[in-house]
């Protein structure tokens, strides 16, 4: 089964560092992870993708372990501009190339 | 580069009636996928096309369908409105490799009454 799991909410504070964990069970050898911040009436925003180990852009990590069946979304430093749900995506190509997002985890930055 | 743009951005319809939603994806992009965002379901995947073919589909009835043009702009018609279709319709478009790294645009919310 495709499926993707995300935690529901989290709580932070400005200049923390937040770690969103996506679990993938069923992801094949060639599926890439995605991941998506969302503010309200507004569509998903890339963030970072990544295919193993470690990818890093301008304003997140992405960590995926050997066995891939998670993936780790990691924000240095959260402002309060970072309160948002942030979403994972996988294409799993054994399920015919479903796209499947988890729930969202829902972030959300105090002073 | 202009991003996602789709049409129209809110959509009251009764039930009964079918819509068509219009998408245009980023220049040079050939993929675009279209995905149904509700509170209760959250983001679930329609359908993707890609030079012109259903490249891939998630599991919605057939009054959903969609269909993409030369110039790679796609629409999405759901016949036969129900009051469950309410929700946010978005598209997103990427290159079309298997990485899928999609670009969104902003939503059509569509209200059935």
């Known amino acids: 089964l495709a499926k993707t799991t995300q935690p529901i909410s989290m709580d932070s504070y400005e200049g923390q560092e937040v770690n969103i964990t996506c679990s993938h069970n069923?992801?094949?050898?060639?599926?890439?992870i995605t991941w998506y911040q969302q503010f309200p009436s507004q569509g998903p925003r890339f963030i970072i993708q990544?295919?193993?180990t470690k990818v890093t852009n301008e304003v997140a990590s992405l960590f995926i372990p050997a066995d891939r069946k998670s993936s780790t979304l990691s924000l240095p430093r959260v402002s309060l501009s970072d309160t948002a749900v942030y979403y994972c995506?996988?294409?799993?190509?054994?399920?015919?190339?479903?796209?499947?997002f988890g729930g969202g985890t829902r972030l959300m930055v105090k002073p | 580069k202009a991003g996602v743009t789709q049409t129209p951005r809110y959509l009251i319809k009764t039930r009964g009636q079918q819509v068509t939603l219009s998408c245009s994806p980023i220049?040079?992009?050939?993929?675009v996928s279209w995905y149904q965002q509700t509170p209760g379901q959250g983001l679930q995947f329609l359908f993707e096309?890609?030079?012109?073919?259903?490249?891939n589909k998630g599991n919605f009835p057939g009054r959903f369908s969609g269909r993409q043009f030369s110039n790679s702009r796609s629409e999405m018609n759901v016949s036969t409105l129900e009051l469950g279709d309410s929700a946010l319709y978005l598209c997103?478009?990427?290159?079309?490799?298997?990485?899928?790294?999609?670009?969104f645009g902003p939503g059509t919310r569509l209200t059935v009454t």
């Open positions: 997103a478009s990427s290159l079309g490799g298997t990485s899928y790294e999609q670009y």
């Open positions: 069923n992801i094949a050898t060639n599926d890439y």
């Open positions: 990544g295919y193993k």
């Open positions: 995506l996988v294409a799993f190509n054994n399920a015919g190339n479903m796209l499947t």
């Open positions: 220049s040079g992009h050939r993929s």
């Open positions: 096309y890609f030079s012109e073919t259903q490249r």
